[in-house]
């Protein structure tokens, strides 16, 4: 190693003003030194401890590669909730003997989050071709099934048991019609059809449609409003939003509660929450609701929120689900498109 002599510049100072957290340790895997940066990132007195401590790490070998001449890059380790990444590489002494080595840490959870974050987009991507092709797979033998079972001629009323099988046979084709249908939506086979609507219009209509369900159950529901709200959307796709996002909350509520609904307009968008009083969305399945096939319900699909966060993310907009103090909250903010 080349050693620069009549050095001009402190490094001393070079080091505290370092924007990076640099910890040096001697042979015994003890602090000796740590940059302001460090203290900042670790806490004061980390000085004196071992990295082992600090790391709070088990892998007693980790540094031996480095006490023998090598270099440890790109480590990571977890560090409370935080992911902290680390290289490591020699201390050499004036006499060029390895005294310990010198680490830098750099915490890079959001890096992470951010990678995950593209991984299950790409994931989602190869879902919804998948998803395409089934769909496309079942729509065709499914039509011929139902043609089939219409056409099937017999006196109904000396025939109960084939009549109520008849019945039954095209109820459920219609339901995996549905799903078909939620299926390509989904996989975003259905070009959006934009058209001038008024988002009040829209709620209202769409309540209406629960009008007698909620009624029976005796939950109310709120539509608070401010401003024109009116929007350039595909209509049908923004119903079957409202109307998944609705269901969700009367499912949730069960019986006796309350919906609210407020739309706002914020600049070139429009801002809908949805919020009910019901049993809230347990804390550890909030990152899955929007996955497809999630569901907590013994005769749901799991898909009706996948399809909702595609719909909104056709229209360049975004949703949101948390809880507030009584039950689950929908955000979505969505381009006015004018
Ligand atoms: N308003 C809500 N309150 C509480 N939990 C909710 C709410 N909305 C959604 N969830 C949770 O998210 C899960 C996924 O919802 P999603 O609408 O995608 O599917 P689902 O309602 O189970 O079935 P379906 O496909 O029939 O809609 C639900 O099973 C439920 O656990
Ligand atoms: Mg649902």
Not at 261 to 283: A, C, Q, S, Y
Request: with cysteine.
């Amino acid at each position: 190693m080349k050693k620069k002599k009549n050095k001009d510049y402190n490094i001393d100072r070079l080091l505290d003003s370092l924007p990076t957290t640099l910890l040096l340790i001697n042979r015994q895997k003890r602090i000796i030194e740590a940059n302001p940066e460090a203290t900042k990132f670790l806490g004061e007195n980390i000085e004196s401890k071992t990295i082992d401590e600090v790391f709070n790490c088990s892998e007693e070998e980790i540094f031996d590669k480095v006490f023998e001449g090598g270099t440890i890059e790109r480590r990571e380790i977890e560090l409370e909730d935080r992911i902290i990444g680390f290289s490591a590489s020699p201390l050499y002494n004036n006499e060029n003997e390895i005294e310990g080595a010198s680490i830098i840490l750099r915490d890079i959870t959001e890096i992470k989050e951010m990678e995950e974050e593209l991984r299950k987009k790409d994931r989602l991507a190869a879902l919804g071709e998948m998803v395409a092709g089934m769909a496309h797979e079942i729509r065709n033998p499914l039509a011929s099934i139902k043609v089939g079972i219409e056409s099937l001629s017999f006196d109904e009323e000396k025939n109960e048991k084939a009549s109520r099988y008849k019945s039954i046979i095209l109820k459920e084709i219609e339901r995996l019609e549905r799903i078909v249908n939620d299926m390509t939506v989904y996989a975003g086979e259905k070009p959006l059809n934009k058209q001038k609507v008024n988002l009040q219009h829209l709620i209202n209509q769409t309540l209406m449609m629960f009008h007698q369900e909620m009624n029976e159950r005796n939950i109310e529901a709120k539509n608070i409003y401010q401003g024109e709200l009116d929007c350039m959307v595909d209509r049908d796709q923004m119903i079957t939003v409202l109307t998944n996002l609705l269901l969700n909350a009367i499912h949730s509520i069960g019986k006796d509660g309350l919906i609210e609904i407020r739309t706002k307009e914020k600049e070139r968008d429009l801002m809908i929450e949805i919020k009910d009083n019901g049993v809230g969305i347990p804390e550890k399945v909030l990152s899955k609701i929007f996955i497809p096939f999630f569901t907590t319900k013994s005769e749901g699909t799991g898909l009706g929120l996948s399809i909702v966060n595609r719909i909104i993310r056709n229209h360049n907009g975004i949703i949101q689900a948390s809880n507030w103090e009584k039950g689950a909250c929908f955000f979505i903010a969505i381009p006015k498109g004018f």
